[in-house]
């Protein structure tokens, strides 16, 4: 008897909504979004089959071919022709395609019959289909191709029953039959040029014998593309549009982070009722509630950011925002393909960088890879919001357009944003050199976001935003507050007794080397536990803040404490500072996953450190001189 459960992959072409249907038979929560490349990795899960099997199920990034050129690629063919290292060749295979696009996905198809293996065609996005009145005869499409094929709606309850039920039929026969050997790695060869003809020829038979497709396609798509897609309007479209995003990240946030605020302050006064003062009130207002609520009040900022990018992605846009920016891109010797890591790594540079996978050209991706720490990450937003509230004053500008702080705020992306392609065109000159390669990406179907796919997004993303305050930032604010609390003050002390605690003395020990740039000891404090999440900073400089001072509001204190002990120019300069620090473990280290190589996160901190460094000092002096130190 067999003990272990049969394996099925999920094998289509990209964006054919293999993780929507991986979501739908395990019930997981894998990232579905409207373009090409969401699936990088390979990931597994389990369902019961109605028949009442346990199915190991197999998600896979998308590809074209088994002619893998890619990284992500070279996953889904690994998986697929048994070349993973302790995986053998799934018992069977699921061939997602598109039925919007049948043409495109019969290719793969072919290929994948080739290896003989069970093989079922499971034809999504049969909704679209039909309203596009593409007709698909099913029977007559297995008859041509010679393997189950089934009709689904991933995103449908119901929509894969049939799947399911061809699936257990697939896995009987297979099992009566007794499985193929699935030790020996499938034999598969490079199709030749001439194979190529071949398929080519087989699926346009295939496509005229089982499908017939309206004389007058679907025009709307191309009609919205006209003017999103166009040179001018398109870009002006763009740069509105995150414009709104910084305006919204500001406004709309405010109100609930005052709600935040209020509670967390209530919270705050509770205790204080409730204890007496001694170092345990002290650890739960200032170390807890001032250090871990400092940070957990730019939640708001955070789902509102999220809220835009999901849109963006689910929409389709994303991906047209790529091909106009291919251009501008191409000027610095970026590929076009880098635009979706880079977008992503204003969520986090982590999935940003891993979405790099797709990327052709080891050269091309390197350098994509080198510069999507310099795009805001979500983690830096409140360290830019704190300062910004402390000491930008709330004034309209362009003619009430937009706020002064929104306005600091997009300068500080933009600021990001141009000395990535700075660094990118340095790179692309230098050390990696490489001929430019064309964008070849398939522009997905416009959709309208589904509300409860936006919704799971946002939750899942508030959801690990408050799991790390719980646990990272609260474990390291404990610390932080057992540094800076202890030793106490020596008799006949006059600073407060933080000065004279370990944190103290480290954040004095480093403070000369950050004076040139205008950071005081507190700062550099700071610094050193946000390397383990950027945001941690925020919460440090809560914590030892309220450790030195005394304030009612957790934010205002903090910010209006920030106002009252630094100077402008230094405020700017740790602005600057937070630009370019690369100062993040978990980047640091997927880097170094991803490139298989120590070189280049060392080159990477190297580099970033040092352009944080100039930048916050050029910074600073020229605000020294400007509005005085
Ligand atoms: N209308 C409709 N949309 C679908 C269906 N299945 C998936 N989608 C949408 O298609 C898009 C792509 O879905 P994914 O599951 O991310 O596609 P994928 O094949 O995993 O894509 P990659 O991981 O990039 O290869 C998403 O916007 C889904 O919501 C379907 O049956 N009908
Ligand atoms: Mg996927």
Redesign the pocket.
């Known amino acids: 008897m067999k003990t272990s459960p049969p394996r099925i992959a999920l094998v ?10 991986f979501n739908a038979m395990t019930g997981a929560r894998q ?9 990088v990795e390979r990931k597994e899960g389990l369902f019961i089959s109605p028949a009442g099997t346990r199915v190991k199920v197999i ?1 896979l ?2 590809t074209y071919s088994l002619r893998a050129r890619s990284p992500d690629e070279e996953v889904t063919r690994d998986v697929v022709l048994g070349r993973m290292e302790d995986e053998e060749v799934p018992e069977a295979i699921v061939c ?1 395609a598109d039925a919007t696009n049948l043409r495109l996905n019969l290719r793969l198809v072919l290929e994948l019959k080739k290896l003989g293996r069970p093989l079922i065609l499971a034809l ?5 289909a039909d309203k596009q009145g593409v007709a698909i005869d099913a029977a007559e499409l297995s008859a041509a191709l010679g393997i189950p094929v089934v009709p ?5 309850t119901g ?1 894969i029953q049939r799947l399911l039920d061809q699936i257990d039929r697939t896995i009987q026969i297979a099992e009566t039959e007794g499985f193929a050997p699935v030790h020996a790695q499938c034999g598969w060869s490079e199709p030749s040029a001439h194979d190529l003809r071949d398929y080519h020829r087989e699926v346009e038979r295939i496509i005229a014998q089982a499908v017939s497709s309206p004389a007058r396609p679907h025009r709307a798509s191309h009609r919205i593309d006209t003017v999103l897609l166009h040179p001018a309007a398109g870009l002006a479209i763009l740069l509105a549009l995150l414009f709104l995003m910084f305006q919204a990240v500001f406004t709309w946030a405010r109100l609930p982070m005052e709600l935040i605020d209020a509670g967390l302050t209530m919270v705050k006064g509770l205790v204080d009722a409730s204890l007496e003062e001694g170092p345990l009130r002290s650890l739960l207002t200032d170390g807890v509630i001032a250090g871990v609520g400092s940070v957990v009040i730019f939640l708001p900022q955070i789902v509102v950011l999220f809220l835009f990018i999901q849109l963006l992605e ?1 929409s389709g846009y994303m991906a047209r925002a790529a091909f106009l920016l291919d251009r501008l891109m191409g000027g610095v010797g970026l590929h076009g393909r880098a635009f979706i890591p880079l977008l992503s790594s204003f969520a986090c540079a982590v999935p940003g960088i891993m979405a790099a996978r797709t990327i052709e050209n080891r050269a091309d991706r390197i350098a994509t890879i080198m510069i999507a720490p310099l795009m805001t990450c979500s983690a830096r937003l409140p360290v830019y919001t704190l300062i910004i509230a402390a000491f930008v004053p709330q004034r309209d500008v362009l003619g009430g357009w937009i706020g002064l702080p929104g306005l600091v705020m997009f300068t500080l992306y933009a600021a990001g944003i141009l000395s990535a392609l700075v660094v990118a065109f340095v790179l692309k000159r230098t050390v990696l050199h490489g001929a430019r390669e064309p964008l070849l990406m398939q522009l ?1 179907a416009y ?1 309208i976001p ?1 509300p409860r ?1 936006v919704a799971l997004g946002l939750f899942e993303r508030a959801k690990a935003f408050l799991t790390r305050a719980g646990t990272t930032i609260f474990a390291l604010m404990v610390v932080i507050w057992f540094l800076a609390s202890f030793p106490g003050a020596p008799p006949g002390a006059t600073e407060p007794a933080i000065h004279y605690s370990i944190a103290g003395m480290i954040g004095h020990a480093i403070e000369p080397v950050l004076a040139p740039i205008g950071f005081n000891w507190q700062i550099a404090v700071a610094l050193v536990p946000g390397m383990a999440a950027r945001e941690v900073a925020v919460g440090v400089l809560g914590t030892i803040y309220a450790l030195s001072g005394s304030g009612d509001s957790l934010r205002s204190s903090l910010g209006g404490l920030l106002a009252a002990s630094w100077s402008l120019p230094t405020a700017l300069s740790l602005l600057a500072w937070y630009v370019f620090a690369p100062q993040c473990i978990a980047t640091l280290g997927v880097v170094r996953r991803e490139l298989n190589s120590l070189l280049w996160p060392t080159v990477m901190f190297v580099v970033l450190t040092g352009l944080a460094y100039l930048a916050a000092f050029v910074t600073y002096r020229v605000a020294v001189a400007v509005f005085g130190g």
């Open positions: 289509g072409n990209p964006n054919c909504g293999k993780t929507a249907l990232k579905v979004a409207n373009y090409a490349g969401v699936t998600d990034p998308g997602v999504n996005m049969m909704d679209e689904a709606v991933a995103i449908q929509g689910d997905p959709r589904r796919n």
